[in-house]
């Protein structure tokens, strides 16, 4: 299950050097988170300086795209103009960092469910246009977020059928914002998606709020995840997400103790 990555947002990096530094230094291949709010805040040149120090090092990258306030199946035309033109403009900064993946948000929630397949018709565009204009794009993985069930993602890639596309398995995501501490569903949610899984971002919560919580610290069933990808025959490549030093540490650790889910 080889490469994994680990989540660094770039502005972090803008506003302090040392998470860059700290990724050098360990050897870690970052997913470059690209917003709204580094977008308009740096400069081009910042961000070939910053892929040509990864480059230096010999350190891969993906990209995750920009999600904030972005709806990519939105039944406003306005809204959904809006977010094709800015996942348009964010290709000429993630295409400096040659990017080995792109991830995404597939952006169902249940506000669509009265109006399913306008959503599904217009996230396909958006989709599908996104590449279309990215000759020779990485592959692209969509993830889910707020979904109460794989229906509507596995519909979703299944539009995107022709182009370079799958899934992005959000462990933390799954655990508590799609009820599944409670529904205990994740044998089906891979089941469902296991023609489409090529990524996981594995962070831990308590099933309650995205916590986002080092790799055992929470209640997620990772012996039911792993020996569900098994018996697919999945290995997808792994994207780590703490949001603190502590949390990436006890998930590297964690990762140690189970080389047999990770290496």
């Not at 919560?205 to 569900?228: C, K, R, V």
């Amino acid at each position: 299950m080889q490469p994994f990555f680990v989540n660094l947002p770039l502005r972090y990096i803008a506003n302090d050097r040392w998470y860059l530094n700290r990724f050098l230094e360990r050897r870690l291949a970052p997913e470059l988170g690209i917003d709204t709010i580094i977008m308009s805040e740096v400069e081009e040149s910042w961000h070939r300086e910053i892929a040509a120090q990864l480059k230096s090092a010999g350190l891969p990258c993906s990209i995750h795209l920009p999600f904030f306030d972005l709806q990519p199946g939105s039944i406003d035309d306005f809204i959904l103009d809006a977010t094709r033109r800015r996942l348009e403009s964010v290709q000429k900064i993630a295409r400096i960092y040659e990017p080995v993946h792109l991830v995404g948000h597939a952006g169902f929630t249940f506000l669509y469910a009265e109006l399913y397949e306008k959503w599904l018709s217009r996230a396909c565009a958006t989709w599908a246009g996104f590449m279309d204009n990215w000759p020779g794009h990485p592959p692209l993985f969509l993830e889910n977020v707020f979904e109460k069930s794989p229906g509507p993602l596995t519909d979703l890639l299944e539009g995107l059928s022709g182009h370079a596309a799958g899934m992005c398995f959000d462990t933390g995501h799954w655990h508590s914002f799609s009820g599944g501490h409670a529904s205990g569903t994740l044998q089906h949610w891979v089941q469902q998606l296991r023609g489409s899984i090529r990524h996981l971002h594995l962070h831990d919560n308590e099933g309650i709020s995205d916590q986002h919580l080092g790799l055992g610290l929470g209640s997620f069933p990772w012996e039911e995840l792993f020996t569900a990808l098994s018996q697919c025959a999945l290995h997808p490549s792994i994207t780590l997400e703490p949001h603190t030093p502590e949390d990436l540490d006890q998930s590297l650790g964690f990762m140690e103790k189970h080389p047999e889910w990770f290496f």
